[in-house]
């Protein structure tokens, strides 16, 4: 329910709260930030490894995108233990402090080499970065470097940006998507309570046995009617605050957990609460195939009484 602050004095400190918070989450990622390219400087001064430069088939900024995801590090973290909430507008920052870090790197590296031309003449920023991307070249298989790109090297070191930004929004971007509690401003936890089958095992049944294949699809969807049937009881009794009825059926599930577990499709049955004030959902994902061809899809989710999430909690 929302309230003001002359209604509910206890939500005044929440505003310095967020600002202690996000200011932390801002200082940890630029702390994370620093590490890594520092990490990457040492790389490349004291190995012949350049990390940001190595691609995946040519094209995909593999090395820059990882840098990226050490560089945010901090801001995750930060975000997960302050309980400051991943925003929008966080990202856009995040996304600015990127780009920032990798070209006062690049200065930085610069500005440390004292170039000048043969006339004394100091040599420009805009003009090193340009002679750097001109030069990119590809290593070629026995070690030696290969001929420059000139203008395509252009391309490659703005594959190499975009690839160390976009890095850098993988975690802040994973947080954002978790689960909230804005009461407490903090992050909610998830638990695996159990599995509900929604299918037979896989059966092999000949493409030209119309009966069998009818058959199978039939037993199919009668499992499937089935788990149905055991996540709206559940259902039922969360939204009733039955926890006896409710750990029953759970406890019920438990010895068929292992093969659920391989059915081709099957109900994911997730507690999602907060440790602090216990406010959650019942959350029902279902399951479809094994493995990197796993997909999850939502299915349903309840609203809890905090009463009825502590004492399935403990």
């Not at 939500?11 to 996000?22: D, I, K, M, N, W």
């Not at 930085?108 to 040599?123: D, E, T």
């Not at 009668?222 to 009881?233: I, L, S, Y």
């Amino acid at each position: 329910m929302n309230t003001t602050p002359e209604a509910n004095p206890t939500s005044a400190p929440v505003g310095p709260r967020e600002e202690q918070s996000y200011l932390l989450v801002l200082i940890s990622g630029l702390a994370s930030t620093a590490l890594a390219l520092v990490g990457v400087y040492v790389l490349d001064a004291k190995t012949d490894f350049h990390i940001m430069g190595w691609y995946a088939n040519y094209i995909l900024p593999i090395g820059a995108v990882l840098v990226g995801v050490a560089a945010s590090s901090g801001y995750g973290l930060a975000s997960w233990f302050s309980g400051i909430k991943i925003t929008r507008s966080l990202l856009w920052i995040v996304l600015a402090l990127q780009l920032a870090a990798y070209f006062a790197t690049q200065y930085i590296g610069f500005k440390s080499l004292n170039l000048v031309h043969r006339n004394g003449a100091p040599v420009g920023f805009v003009e090193y970065f340009d002679v750097m991307a001109r030069s990119f070249a590809w290593r070629q298989n026995d070690g030696s470097p290969g001929k420059p790109l000139g203008a395509w090297g252009y391309a490659f070191r703005g594959l190499e940006i975009v690839g160390f930004a976009a890095g850098g929004l993988i975690v802040p971007l994973v947080l954002r998507k978790k689960p909230y509690c804005q009461a407490c401003q903090r992050y909610m936890r998830t638990r695996q309570l159990g599995l509900a089958p929604a299918s037979v095992p896989v059966k092999k049944v000949k493409k030209s046995d119309a009966a069998g294949l009818a058959a199978y699809e039939a037993e199919q969807q009668q499992a499937f009617d089935r788990g149905k049937q055991t996540v709206e009881a559940l259902q039922q009794h969360a939204a009733g605050a039955k926890t006896a009825d409710f750990q029953k059926i759970l406890t019920e599930l438990e010895p068929g957990k292992k093969q659920t577990a391989k059915l081709p499709k099957r109900f994911s049955l997730q507690l999602v609460h907060c440790n602090r004030c216990y406010a959650g959902q019942f959350v029902v994902k279902q399951l479809l195939g094994q493995g990197k061809q796993l997909k999850q899809t939502d299915f349903s989710s309840t609203e809890l009484h905090p009463d009825f999430a502590r004492s399935v909690c403990q």
